[in-house]
């Protein structure tokens, strides 16, 4: 019986430890799959930014400011806006850009330059998602949404992508100066895109 007893004891052990090795190589396995589709999510959400930077668009964006208490008092006393509204125009020779109601001026650098730019602020991405497709303006799109950390700031982006490879639309939220005490500046940027008989604006 004793002998019966050890042995039921060794198999139970054994099972419990082939159950437990079955479970970390599944849950390795499901780790790794979400690393797969984070990294795929984060591709497809660069390439379509990147992507602008080879095809002519105009966007618009709507851009507004939340002040936390550190940077109320700077806020009425410099006059610092609550909202913003500005526009871009890519022609795939230069790059123009106008905060309204101000005239249009053109970017200044190289598109090489624009180009490593539009890289650089996509390169860090991290906590990327492929989200439920959505229809925007009657096209299916497919919609990623991302984290990024330049600089002194957080970035949260949400892009929809349409079959050809390009934002549409994107949300953007911003956080500027972050810190355990709160930001002293939140950003959220609406910005929607228009592809097509792209011209430059008539620079005054």
Known sequence: MRVASSAYRLSTRRRVAV?????????????????????????????????????????????????????????RNLKMPEAQSSEMIFTGQAVYFRLLPHKWQALPGSLAEFEDSVRGSVSDLKN??????????????????????????????????????????????????HSEGGDFVRQHISTRYEYGSIQAPALD
């Open 19 to 75: 159950a437990s090795i079955l479970a970390c190589i599944a849950a390795a396995g499901f780790a790794s799959q979400a690393q797969a589709e984070d990294a795929a999510a984060c591709k497809a959400l660069q390439d379509a930014m990147i992507a602008n930077t080879k095809t002519p668009y105009h966007s618009y964006a709507s851009i507004t400011f939340a002040y936390a208490a550190p940077m109320t008092v700077a806020h």
């Open 128 to 177: 990327c998602k492929h989200l439920a497709d959505e229809t925007v303006n009657g096209e299916t799109t497919s919609v990623y949404r991302g984290d990024s950390a330049p600089q002194d700031r957080l970035v949260h982006t949400t892009v929809w992508v349409s079959s050809k490879g390009v934002p549409l639309k994107s949300e953007t939220d911003v956080e500027i100066g």
